[in-house]
């Protein structure tokens, strides 16, 4: 019998900036206008939250050397990397349909070239872009 993946989104609130970790809602609301929201459970039932669209990524199902879960939009450092290389972004490649670090320009799958127990979650490109400044 095979383990079903856990399916998981996070996104930041409109309402206070803080992540928000659950199922992913897209609604047409009215006047075409598009509403992205996290539904999550809680103690009292469930609830939706309003999130910034352009905060959301997809949990890989992958967690990092610390045991933290892997997002799209993390910044990651990896093994063999050298000072004068940048951290990865993890992102989804569509035409590989996998979940990748993207260096330097350069792309390598995630489970394929580097092995989730390899890397670390350093940040993510929102809380912390001066991390791919340097």
């Known amino acids: 019998m095979y383990e079903m993946r856990e399916i998981l989104f996070r996104g930041k609130s409109i309402e206070d900036n803080k992540w928000v970790y659950g199922d992913l809602i897209r609604e047409k609301k009215s006047f075409g206008k598009i509403c992205t929201r996290i539904y999550r459970t809680t103690n009292n039932g469930w609830e939706l939250i309003d999130v ?18 892997i997002f799209e939009g993390d910044i990651v450092d990896f093994p063999d990397r050298s000072d004068s290389e940048s951290y990865g972004v993890v ?25 989730s127990r390899d890397i670390e979650v350093i940040g993510n490109i929102f809380d912390n872009p001066e991390l791919l400044e340097e």
């Open 52 to 69: 910034d669209s352009k905060t959301v990524g997809q949990y890989t199902g992958l967690n990092d050397k610390n045991g933290n879960k």
């Open 91 to 115: 992102e989804y490649d569509t035409n590989e349909t996998e979940f990748g670090i993207v260096y330097d320009s350069i792309y390598e799958g995630l489970g394929r070239q580097y092995h």
